[in-house]
């Protein structure tokens, strides 16, 4: 089993430039999310999606945008990249609507602005 | 809104010492409540869960019981092992909630 799939796991990014961190399930999950990790911190949410063609803000979301088309694909779009933007990216997904289900997460992007 | 609060750490242990990770937390009704792990250079991995109060979630010999009374969800394990060594995140889910709210994560470092 795939599960969460992330690309790409590494990415050095210069000031002002623009990327799509790419994210795919095959578990036929509805929910979705994206978290950011700076070193030696928890996660923070970035945006997270219910279902295809639902998005909605976390705690972080300026600077990010992101888009449900399908229910496998949920990739986050970093338009102006900033060094406040380097951090290690994940992406998670779970079986919804109900709260007992964990979520799965993928391995990481590592993005660094420069 | 919801919250946990985690352990600071970091932990340090020897191999085979006893291990008790702290969660609190601060929810509305009965949310259901996670530990996760993160390895080094990998993505965070359910460890355990427990969805009511009273229950028990165990894993890899690693135990936490939902206290609703306490509002905690303390990891603990009998015999750490070198290869325990990781960061550990306490969760919780509310019900009907979109999104979890996380701790800010334990590292726990075993040595030899």
């Known amino acids: 089993n795939a599960g969460v799939t992330q690309t790409p796991k590494f990415r050095i990014l210069k000031i002002g430039q623009s990327m799509t961190l790419q994210c795919t399930q095959d578990m036929n999950h509805n929910y979705m999310y994206w978290y950011r990790q700076d070193p030696g911190m928890g996660l923070k949410l970035i945006y997270y999606s219910v279902g295809a063609g639902i998005t909605d803000k976390g705690e972080v979301p300026n600077g990010y945008n992101v888009s449900r088309s399908t229910t496998e694909d949920f990739p986050l779009r970093l338009e102006l990249a900033a060094p406040s933007q380097t951090s290690v990216y994940f992406c998670a997904s779970r079986n919804g609507p109900y709260s007992n289900q964990p979520q799965h997460f993928g391995d990481g992007t590592r993005l660094s602005i420069l | 809104g919801d919250s946990v609060t985690q352990m600071e750490g970091p932990v340090t242990l020897s191999e085979e010492a006893f291990l008790t990770i702290n969660c609190t937390y601060t929810?509305?009704?009965?949310?259901?409540l996670f530990w996760y792990v993160q390895y080094p250079g990998e993505g965070l991995q359910l460890l355990l869960k427990?969805?009511?109060?009273?229950d028990k979630g165990s894993n890899k010999g690693f135990e936490a019981t939902y206290r609703k009374e306490t509002t905690s969800f303390h990891l603990e394990k009998g015999s750490v092992q070198v290869s325990d060594s990781a960061v550990y995140f306490c969760a919780l889910r509310g019900t009907n909630a979109g999104k979890s709210t996380f701790g800010d994560g334990t590292t726990l470092t075993v040595k030899p």
């Open positions: 427990a969805t009511k109060a009273d």
């Open positions: 929810a509305t009704g009965y949310p259901s």
